[in-house]
């Protein structure tokens, strides 16, 4: 069965350092642009090769741009889905030009695009106002302990191997992974001892 989610998964939860809190109508969390298109470059390959968008043509309005803008994603051009539509002011009320609105509404339309995909969807979702959750994400995004990667190694082996590297951790390391431990190693073993009772059945 084709797991429908399998984008959305990897890509739904987003590092705090690439965001910043806006007070503005009403107040939101705005994502960097530049980590977006890094994030779908990581999950997809170059943009170009592994996933990319086509801008149709401006279309102004008062003081608005609007840009359709379609995009397609896994190395293949027919997995393509848009129109959506970015906006940006190209003329403010004193009557000045932004020589960049078009460009900024083809951002706003491809980030549209990218979170339908799943990318950031802890922050559409409402999760970045859940501190708890923040803090699980600081701690999955803060650099990585160097008893890390063995952590992941034995969580793909199943949860006895994790429980197993736990316990050979000394006290001051089990108390900085123990967020990672519980939010991202133990969900990985948890799969890998489906998989295998799956493949033994």
């Known amino acids: 069965m084709t797991d429908t989610l399998r984008i959305w998964k990897q890509v739904e939860r987003t ?10 109508r009403g107040g939101f969390t705005a994502i960097s642009a530049a980590y977006q298109i890094m994030r779908a470059t990581e999950v997809f390959g170059p943009i170009g090769e592994g996933w990319g968008y086509d801008a149709g043509e ?7 741009v609007m840009v359709p803008v379609t995009l397609w994603h896994s190395g293949d051009r027919s997995k393509v889905y848009g129109p959506m539509f ?3 002011e190209w003329k403010d009320k004193n009557g000045r030009l932004d020589s ?4 900024k509404a083809t951002t706003d339309a491809m980030t549209k695009l990218l979170s339908q995909l799943g990318f950031n969807a802890d922050v559409f979702l409402g999760r970045f106002d859940d501190n708890k959750y923040l803090e699980e994400l600081r701690a999955e995004f803060a650099p990585e302990h160097p008893a890390l990667a063995e952590g992941r190694e034995a969580a ?13 951790l000394e006290r001051r390391d089990q108390a ?3 967020t990672v431990l519980d939010a ?4 990985i073993a948890q799969q890998a001892d489906t998989a295998s009772l799956k493949d033994a059945a």
């Open 156 to 168: 793909a082996r199943g949860m006895s191997a994790l429980t197993a590297w736990w316990g050979r």
């Open 184 to 187: 991202t190693l133990k969900p």
């Open 58 to 64: 401006p279309i102004f309005h008062d003081a608005l």
């Open 86 to 88: 970015g906006g940006a």
């Open 15 to 24: 590092n705090p350092d690439h965001t910043k809190k806006v007070t503005q």
């Open 176 to 178: 900085d992974l123990k």
């Open 100 to 103: 960049d609105a078009a460009k």
